[in-house]
């Protein structure tokens, strides 16, 4: 009898915990640690803060708020330094964050195609676009996150690269022989120029001006006015080397393939959302921060289309250099730089130079 009980007890337990609501047994809160090694000056971090964490939010809520991420957000370098939130979300230090592919050449090298193929276009949402649709089409460039254990969100194109100097800056002549702050491989943009690259970040591009470790450095406008360069490198060339893919938000592959799969599709809808605003915020603030920067004592000059010919046509052919390098290491570098020009031209943008020819 007593074990008739037990057993009855048993069945009436099971079916206890199989009539609760799906839901309910699953609901969660997931704590997240997200990372950047800038600080929220910048507006791949704010956007970060200030976009895509409220909209998680706001979108698990509308959901029936059965999970919960409780974030915690580490900017500035408090977890990981620029240059290191690759690394911190491959190990599971932090869980999310944004990666700076512009500083993982090595790991990351098809993800630099925009910073190996110079004078390309200004136009942000080329730049975002195009790298989507490269995304689809390549399955290499998707492995660059997989290979290190993060699943790829949605990525940040910078509004385009001009030089901000000590030196009046109105031809490609005029950087022969001067220090220039050059991070990753926007070194490449200085060669056969004269310019003498010097390896740096937008964090120590102030300072590096004023002490005098550099004359000047290569960058775009949004960031040059957000930490104030031009009060040290008052001359501003735009020489519109082109807008840049620099990075995106990554997510530990071993955190995100725990939630389930309204929550996956939540993280990656919203950070195709990312995109999109991230690219509205730098074109509207790009032109702004020109704005900014005149009224701050800035002059500024705009390198004429023959003046970009003849800069493009003193590099080596660093683009298909490029390609070629990364063929021979069993990457597909010349699908990458065919996809990105063919991408350009069918745009309409005239490029200053066909590297791939």
């Not at 630099?112 to 390309?120: A, D, K, L, R, S």
């Not at 200004?122 to 975002?128: A, D, G, K, P, S």
């Not at 740096?200 to 450095?217: A, C, D, R, W």
Request: overall charge neutral; hydrophobic content about 45%; some cysteine.
């Amino acid at each position: 009898m007593k074990l008739l009980k037990n057993a009855l007890l048993i069945v009436v337990m099971v079916s206890l915990i199989f009539s609760l609501p799906v839901g309910s047994a699953l609901a969660k809160n997931y704590k997240l640690t997200v990372v950047a090694g800038h600080p929220p000056i910048f507006l791949w971090v704010t956007l970060c803060r200030d976009f895509f964490i409220p909209e998680v939010d706001k979108r698990l809520l509308e959901a029936g708020g059965k999970h919960k991420i409780v974030w915690n957000q580490a900017y500035g370098g408090t977890v990981a330094k620029i240059g290191g939130a690759l690394e911190a979300i491959e190990e599971g230090i932090a869980d999310m964050g944004f990666v700076g592919t512009i500083f993982e050449a090595p790991k990351m090298p098809l993800h630099n195609v925009t910073y190996m193929t110079p004078f390309g276009s200004e136009n942000i949402f080329y730049v975002v676009d195009i790298m989507a649709e490269l995304h689809s089409k390549i399955p290499a460039l998707a492995q660059e996150w997989t290979n290190h254990n993060q699943i790829y969100l949605g990525g940040a194109a910078l509004d385009t690269y001009g030089i901000l100097t000590d030196f009046p800056v109105n031809t490609v002549d005029d950087v022969d022989g001067h220090k220039i702050a050059a991070p990753g491989p926007s070194a490449n943009w200085l060669k056969g120029t004269g310019g003498v690259p010097v390896a740096s970040n937008l964090n120590e591009y102030y300072n590096g001006i004023k002490t005098g470790v550099f004359q000047g450095t290569l960058t775009f406008m949004t960031a040059a006015m957000a930490i104030k360069v031009y009060e040290v490198a008052p001359n501003i060339c735009m020489v519109n080397f082109g807008s840049q893919f620099a990075g995106g938000l990554s997510i530990n592959k071993d955190i995100f393939d725990s939630f389930p799969p309204e929550v996956q599709k939540i993280f990656m809808d919203v950070g195709r959302e990312y995109d999109r605003k991230l690219a509205e915020a730098q074109a509207a603030r790009a032109g702004k921060a020109m704005e900014i920067m005149k009224k701050g004592g800035a002059k500024v000059t705009y390198l004429s289309e023959a003046e970009r010919k003849r800069w493009a046509g003193k590099l080596p052919n660093v683009p298909m250099d490029w390609a070629q390098a990364m063929e021979k290491k069993g990457l597909p570098g010349k699908a990458m730089l065919k996809g990105y020009l063919d991408g350009l031209r069918a745009r309409g943008v005239k490029l200053a130079r066909d590297w791939d020819q």
